[in-house]
């Protein structure tokens, strides 16, 4: 079975471009999870999304964005990069509301903002 | 809002004692308490998890107790070894509720020194 898929697995921009990470979820589960996880910090909530909705969100702004597609498969979208923004992000996926969100994680994008 | 604190930041202990990694939470509608290991450069992995109906959940050499009163639960690794070393996030969430996020502590670096 394959596990969490993500892609691209490394990447560079500059302050003020756009990025598109994707993911796509173990079969079976509806449920796609983002995490951001800065140098030496912990995994930061981002964004929950289950059956195609956003079902959560965390404390981060507005150009930070994404959506899940029909096939649970999800992107995350960050416009207006800022230095910041270098971090891996983490995607996870679970079986959803309709069961336990017992996540598993991809290997993550990692993101440098220069 | 949910938080979960976690301690200590860095447990250095020689092989074969034991290592115990504590963690506390804000919302005291949290049901799930799971704890995962990240090695170096790899993605963060699932080791154990405990609900809020169990006090006490037992794996080999792992093993988590929850305390639903005080509102803190604890990773207790007896036995180390050197491929324990990792760093260990524990986290909680309400389940599979609408508001199921799941909410990491910042982390804890385990060096086992053998």
């Known amino acids: 079975e394959a596990g969490v898929t993500q892609s691209p697995t490394h990447l560079i921009k500059t302050r003020g471009q756009q990025v598109t990470l994707r993911c796509s979820p173990i079969?079976?589960?509806?449920?796609v999870y983002w995490y951001q996880q800065a140098l030496g910090l912990g995994l930061q909530f981002l964004l929950w999304?289950?059956?195609?909705?956003?079902?959560n969100r965390g404390n981060f702004p507005p150009r930070f964005s994404g959506r899940q597609f029909p096939n649970y498969s999800s992107e995350l979208n960050v416009n207006a990069l800022e230095l910041e923004d270098s971090a891996l992000y983490l995607c996870?996926?679970?079986?959803?509301?309709?069961?336990?969100?017992?996540?598993?994680f991809g290997a993550g994008s990692r993101l440098t903002v220069l | 809002g949910e938080n979960v604190e976690q301690h200590p930041s860095t447990l250095s202990v020689q092989e074969g004692d034991s290592a115990v990694i504590k963690c506390t939470y804000s919302?005291?509608?949290?049901?799930?308490f799971p704890w995962y290991k990240q090695e170096l450069g790899k993605r963060p992995q699932l080791i154990i998890d405990?609900?809020?109906?169990?006090g006490e959940k037992k794996d080999q050499r792992i093993a988590v107790t929850l305390n639903k009163t005080a509102k803190h639960f604890s990773l207790h690794i007896t036995e180390t070894q050197p491929e324990d070393s990792a760093v260990y996030f524990c986290?909680?969430?309400?389940?599979?509720?609408?508001?199921?996020?799941?909410?990491f502590g910042q982390g804890t670096t385990l060096q086992v020194k053998p």
């Open positions: 986290a909680a969430s309400r389940g599979s509720s609408n508001t199921g996020k799941l909410i």
């Open positions: 405990i609900r809020s109906n169990v």
């Open positions: 079969s079976g589960h509806t449920s």
């Open positions: 999304y289950d059956e195609g909705e956003e079902r």
């Open positions: 919302d005291s509608a949290s049901n799930y």
């Open positions: 996870a996926s679970s079986l959803g509301l309709s069961g336990a969100n017992v996540l598993t």
